[in-house]
């Protein structure tokens, strides 16, 4: 059974940077769209950048030009790059991708179980 596994997450000040992974906790065939979410106590989960097979980025506009989502297709990883931190950046943040764990099997959707985010001083 693969899983999908977030990490990098941390306790960081503000200013500071993080960036969190998100890849298959086994060996697949590859990883595709991929986004990230945050969700912090008390609020709905939101969409902070998304990464589509063909590599255009989008972003929630409270986190352009600070956050920058990227991947490495060898490595079937997918990357949140995370500058200039702000404590309202603290969250639980999730990966959600679409795998396909092999050739001739059809792509599935996986949610990892969040990387705890806290920006403070």
């Known amino acids: 059974q693969v899983q999908l596994v977030e990490s990098g997450g941390g306790l960081v000040q503000p200013g500071g940077s993080l960036r969190l992974s998100c890849g298959a906790s086994?060996?697949?065939?590859?990883?595709?769209?991929v986004g990230w979410y945050r969700q912090a106590p008390g609020k709905q989960r939101e969409l902070v950048a998304n990464?589509?097979?063909?590599?255009?980025?989008n972003y929630v506009d409270s986190v352009k030009g600070r956050f920058t989502i990227s991947r490495d297709n060898a490595k079937n990883t997918v990357y949140l790059q995370m500058n200039s931190l702000k404590p309202e950046d603290t969250a639980v943040y999730y990966c959600n991708a679409q795998l396909k764990l092999r050739l001739g099997v059809p792509t599935q959707t996986y949610w990892g179980q969040g990387t705890q985010v806290t920006v403070s001083s």
């Open positions: 086994r060996m697949i065939f590859r990883i595709y769209a």
């Open positions: 990464i589509t097979s063909g590599d255009t980025a």
